[in-house]
């Protein structure tokens, strides 16, 4: 498959390192100071494009991507207040586009169990939640789109609910229905998330650590290849199920 990368920073370098190894070609890079018919052009030459570029890039991404009629990856964080507007766009134009705030696998099935786990022991008395991310320095948004989303998993899940608080109050207690999720920035760190649990006579903490930035390239090239025969706006756990049934697409 021809790959256009959008963004080619940590995360744009490692998608062309394993797309690469997966017999792809990536035939181009778009930079924020690409000219607009160059991109255009690049669009159509491309069978899929990948954007892991920064939040103010993704709405003219996916304009990009429909007007080529191409289909888009989006690794992109921080544009959460955009997302169902976006996704309306794509499903009402017959667009292809796939998004998640995390393309590891293993991340994947981390929301999944850990937030299902959080659920239980919060319909228990005295059980409390927190969520902690930590990042590289480099970081341009706070908290990850990972810590976002495990916060809404829990916020659906937990009975009764509960609010996810960013950043924890500093003048007044957190009430009985909030949670907090605290932020660490630190060196080169590629990303770990930690669910803390406390209970009245347990404490559990489950800890996702990305050991380099493979694992969320891998993701987003077997999600570039799942996308090519299909049309609308996408999550990751379509993808997912067919990774888990070992399926390789052609
Ligand atoms: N979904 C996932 O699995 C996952 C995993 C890791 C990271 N991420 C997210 O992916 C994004 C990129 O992360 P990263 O670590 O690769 O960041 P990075 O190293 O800062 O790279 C971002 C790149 O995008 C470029 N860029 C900025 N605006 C652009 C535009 N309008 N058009 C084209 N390129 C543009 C930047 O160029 P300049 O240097 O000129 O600004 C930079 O080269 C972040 O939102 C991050 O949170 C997602």
Same mark, same amino acid.
Not at 3 to 28: D, F, K, N, P
Not at 82 to 106: K, L
Not at 196 to 206: A, M, N, Q, T
């Given at each position: =498959? ?8 940590? =995360? ?25 018919? $160059?991109? $255009? ?13 920064? &939040? ?19 690794? %992109? %964080? ?5 997302? #169902? ?36 022991? *919060?319909? *228990? ?20 789109? %990972? ?10 899940? &937990? ?16 009430? $009985? ?66 990774? *888990?049934?070992?399926?390789?697409? #052609?």
């Amino acid at each position: =498959m021809r790959i256009a990368l959008i963004g080619y920073g940590r =995360m744009g370098q490692a998608v062309e390192r394993v797309a690469t190894a997966r017999g792809h070609a990536v035939v181009g890079v778009i930079h924020r100071a690409t000219p607009r018919s $160059e991109r $255009e052009s690049l669009a159509h030459a491309a069978e899929a494009l990948i954007d892991f570029s920064h &939040a103010s890039a993704v709405a003219e991404s996916v304009e990009l991507a429909l007007g080529a009629q191409r289909p888009l990856v989006i690794g %992109t %964080t921080g544009w959460d207040a955009q997302r #169902e507007a976006i996704a309306q766009r794509v499903r009402e134009s017959g667009g292809s586009v796939i998004y998640a705030p995390n393309f590891s696998v293993a991340v994947q099935l981390y929301l999944q169990h850990a937030a299902a786990l959080a659920a239980q022991l *919060l319909r *228990l008395e005295s059980w409390d939640v927190a969520i902690e991310e930590i990042h590289h320095r480099g970081k341009a948004d706070a908290p990850s789109g %990972t810590a976002r989303a495990l916060a809404e998993r829990l916020q659906r899940a &937990a009975q009764p609910p509960r609010e996810a608080v960013y950043p924890a109050p500093t003048e007044h207690r957190l009430t $009985e229905n909030q949670f907090a999720i605290g932020v660490l920035r630190l060196g080169s760190e590629f990303g770990t998330h930690r669910l803390l649990l406390d209970g009245p006579y347990d404490w559990i903490e489950i800890t996702h650590r990305a050991k380099s930035r493979d694992g969320f390239a891998y993701g987003a090239v077997r999600a570039a290849e799942w996308l090519r025969r299909r049309t609308g706006f996408y999550h990751f756990q379509e993808v997912l199920n067919e990774i *888990l049934s070992h399926t390789e697409e #052609e």
